[in-house]
């Protein structure tokens, strides 16, 4: 009996065929390409210059395995996906497996997913597309700049400077950067000042800084003014002059990035670049969880969207109904600040908001249960209330002397129950004071 025909899926990593190939079962055979199969030869330029800078590309080393492997299956199948990353690259990565396989670009060969879970790959094999040349020519002509830059440059590196050193399209330009921002250090020079604080005590402690003389904004430059202005506060005595109150929203941080999330990960964490993205990537690809099987719990890791998906809404919605109350549901609208972002992906989100961190934490690492509960608790604050606070600015005078006290008590918590940036922290508690008022002095204080 001959050999039933089976569909060849190729993706790009071995543990994304893994699960994928569980979701698919026996009428597809998921391969992995590994990354890329064609670049640039290492040993000379592989750009010709003369002819409108046409790349000269050659099969990796090491890869004739593979590619003799996916040219054995592709000639059995009955229909070949490709189905790599949804970027660039992936779509580069695409077209080369096109031309190795003899796979037209212009079929609908393509699928492309953002998130790795039964229904979406199962609904992305419903609407396979061509190969998006515009993508791919959007690769080659990073790659392309990336061999010019570097095989230019670096020459001349280990001959003026060490034997070893490589530039590149991006770290040249920023290494141009950290050298001008090094001569900005260097050419700096150092100004004295001094701020002034008065401490007082009614209840609780708190702190209002010297911030004007007369109708003027005050400067203080010296240990002479300071002990000038000292020995005038100590004289006189400090009135409160006004008080002003006022309802202050703050809006909770947009989802996460690429780039948003490395930062975070690194502040609250200290995870370096590369361990954040090779968890969220374990994340991404799929985890096996006890009694579910094996899932992508995230969505794509490489974007720079801040935009989510209409049924990602209204999921985290209805979560946040049952689990914090109807009062918890944000009304908010992310947009990207920057025109030409990449929009085709959407920010990085859970896969399926239900599966709360704490419920799935015994079938993660220590890290992976980090990173998810970040990127699940971000998404979930993003589509909440925003947090409300009594703000309170109170102006105190001594003679001449204006000070300002800055505080605000929270009135509903909204986001914040569930996801607290610490650059969103502001003032410190005040006591109740009113107009008119001596407030209590424990001491004033100069610091340089």
Not at 71 to 88: F, G, S, V
Not at 191 to 216: H, R, T
């Amino acid at each position: 009996m001959a050999e039933r025909k089976k569909t060849l899926l190729i993706v790009e990593s071995p543990s994304k065929a893994k699960t994928i190939g569980k979701y698919l079962g026996s009428t597809y055979k998921v391969m992995a390409s590994v990354g890329h199969i064609r670049d640039l030869p290492k040993s000379r330029l592989g750009i010709d210059i003369e002819n409108n800078f046409e790349p000269d590309y050659i099969n990796i080393r090491g890869k004739g395995d593979l590619i003799k492997e996916l040219k054995k299956e592709a000639k059995k199948a009955k229909k070949i996906y490709l189905a790599t990353d949804p970027d660039r690259e992936g779509e580069a990565i695409s077209w080369h497996l096109a031309y190795i396989l003899n796979v037209d670009p212009d079929s609908d060969c393509r699928i492309e997913f953002n998130e790795i879970t039964k229904t979406t790959i199962k609904e992305a094999i419903k609407h396979p597309r061509p190969i998006n040349m515009g993508l791919v020519d959007a690769q080659q002509a990073r790659r392309t700049l990336d061999r010019l830059v570097g095989y230019q440059i670096s020459p001349i590196l280990w001959k003026k400077v060490k034997r070893g050193l490589s530039a590149g399209r991006v770290q040249s330009a920023a290494l141009k950067m950290v050298c001008d921002r090094e001569d900005e250090i260097k050419n700096f020079k150092p100004e004295e000042y001094w701020n002034i604080l008065a401490n007082f005590e009614k209840e609780i402690e708190y702190s209002a800084k010297l911030n004007s003389y007369g109708d003027k904004k005050i400067k203080v430059t010296n240990s002479n003014q300071s002990e000038e202005i000292l020995k005038d506060l100590n004289s006189g005595s400090f009135v409160i002059k006004d008080i002003n109150k006022k309802k202050r929203k703050v809006k909770a941080s947009a989802p996460f990035t690429t780039s948003s999330m490395q930062q975070e990960a690194s502040n609250k964490f200290g995870f370096f670049t590369k361990r954040t993205m090779s968890i969220s990537q374990q994340l991404y690809e799929g985890v096996d969880i006890k009694g579910k099987g094996t899932i992508g719990l995230v969505t794509y890791i490489r974007t720079d969207s801040v935009r989510i998906s209409d049924e990602a809404k209204t999921a985290a919605k209805e979560y946040i109904t049952e689990n914090y109350g109807k009062e918890y549901i944000g009304n908010n609208n992310y947009k990207n600040k920057k025109k030409d972002i990449q929009d085709a992906h959407e920010a990085i989100r859970p896969s399926d908001v239900a599966l709360n961190p704490e419920l799935i934490k015994d079938s993660l690492t220590k890290d992976q249960y980090k990173l998810y509960k970040l990127i699940w608790s971000r998404f979930l604050a993003s589509q909440m209330a925003e947090a409300l606070f009594d703000s309170v600015s109170v102006d105190i005078v001594n003679g001449n002397y204006g000070f300002k006290a800055n505080g605000r008590t929270l009135a509903f918590d909204g986001y914040k129950k569930l996801y607290n940036n610490d650059s969103d922290e502001g003032n410190k508690l005040l006591p109740e004071l009113s107009i008119g008022e001596e407030p209590k002095l424990i001491n004033i204080d100069a610091d340089q």
